[in-house]
């Protein structure tokens, strides 16, 4: 299904009556963008944040009798695994009686399609896209997912002109792979598959969504498909054979890297690593960076990377009394974090915890210390440079983000300070990204032993979790001297 770029000015009294006016009381819901055989796709405002998202409303009566359940309930777990830059970001799930809704970037360019169907790109523009789709893809893989239906008409431009893949309603999970390690669901658009899918033998997915990629990136460069015939058996002839012709304008380094990319051999065809090593590609490439803040997908801008905390690069030239100084004037300007109030400390209660409402649940724990917010931060950023972590803080939350790439991505862990009493904090420590396994390990390696020495002890000796009562905080705070 096309999404988000149909100019169509058709408006939906039956959705506006579902919110009697706003769609569950906070969008406002406008043109009609596109539509398939289960669902539309709308434009909306927020009324909240005045924001534009694409809500994309799913009939729940058809996909019952349709039976893909499952399918809408993988399409909403790969959108959540899969969050980049390149993709079109899913914001959250609704559901009434009768509709689910997906409420989405917004991406206001429309399809790479129609920048395509004007005529044939400038090598440059078509190199950038192209690099931002392998990145893209690059990430899925690395987490079990492979898109499958890689096309123009489901790349979407965003007001920058940079790249979104959209559309992952025939992606599959590394969970669906058969026993012989393959793939075999036919799917895909008949111009675009790849060769081992059409011999009907099982297939491996990553490969498959390369020699997508490889069709898409000649498409952009000469203006037209590398096979084509009105017959589409003639057509499945040609991709079967790998039959086609580079037009002269290609320089030599674009086409031996398209022969790669169409390789009719997948065992031989080039990989994700291997292309982002090739000559033609790694011109002008960045790899993106990008971070997690407030559950809000942030891209880091180039000029912004020389921020960032890199502690590969050798830092001797910055010297001890410098660091001292810097470190003491970003400690002196630190604001007073968030008091605590009664409804807070319930909520802080597992039994009253909301958060293992999504996905995988949310692995949080939390202690209480005397320690200054200003030492919490340094013991941080301590423990980052030790296992070469990246610090992003924004008041009294700190959020460390490694870099080796797994399944799940990153690990990402934020840190939040919370003040119970003016002697007394209430630290607050969550995994956002990356593998449980992982998270657990540098909490157990790393956190607890290195945080050992700023928690308060309970009466065992132990470090105590344990939040205190009224009549508790009126001891310590009588212990203390204060009023």
Known sequence: MATQSSTTTTTTTTTRKEGH???L?????????????????????????????????????????????????REISILRRVRHPNIVQLFEVMATKSKIFFVMEYVKGGELFNKVAKGRLKEEVARKYFQQLISAVGFCHARGVFHRDLKPENILLDEDGDLKVSDFGLSAI????????????????????????????????????????????????????PFHDQNIMVMYKKIYKGDFRCPRWFSPELTRLLRRLLDINPETRITIPEIMENKWFKKGFRHIKFYFDDDKLC????????????????QSSYSESESETET??????????????????????????????????????????????????????????????????????????GSREGVKGPLTIAVEIFELTPLLSVVEVKKKAG?????????????RPRFQSLMMTGHSGEPSSHLPT??????????????
């Open 21 to 23: 006016g706003l769609l």
């Open 25 to 73: 009381g906070r969008f406002e819901i406008g043109k009609l963008l596109g539509h398939g055989s289960f669902a539309k796709v709308y434009l909306a405002r927020n009324v909240k944040t005045n924001e534009s998202v694409a809500i994309k409303v799913i009939d729940k009566e058809k996909i019952m009798k349709g039976g893909l359940i499952a399918h809408i309930k």
């Open 174 to 225: 590394s969970e669906q792979i058969k026993g012989d390690g393959l793939f075999h669901t036919f799917c895909g658009t008949p111009a675009y598959v790849a060769p081992e899918v059409l011999g009907r033998k099982g297939y491996e997915a990553a490969k498959v969504d390369i020699w997508s990629c490889g069709i898409i990136l000649f498409v952009l460069m000469a203006g037209y498909l």
């Open 299 to 314: 891209s880091v801008k180039h000029s912004e990377i020389d921020d960032d905390i890199d502690y590969s690069s050798d």
């Open 328 to 401: 003491k004037r970003r400690l002196t300007t630190l604001p007073r974090p968030a008091s605590l109030n009664a409804f807070d400390l319930i909520s802080f209660s597992r039994g009253f915890s909301l958060s293992g409402l999504f996905e995988d649940g949310v692995e949080e724990s939390r202690f209480l210390t005397r320690e200054p917010v200003s030492t919490i931060i340094s013991k941080l950023e301590e423990i980052a440079k030790v296992v070469k972590f990246t610090v992003r803080k924004k008041d009294c939350r700190v959020s460390l983000e």
């Open 435 to 447: 593998d449980k396994g992982e998270y657990d390990d540098f909490c157990n390696k790393e956190l």
């Open 470 to 483: 009224d009549n508790e905080l009126i001891k310590k705070d009588d212990q203390t001297g204060t009023a």
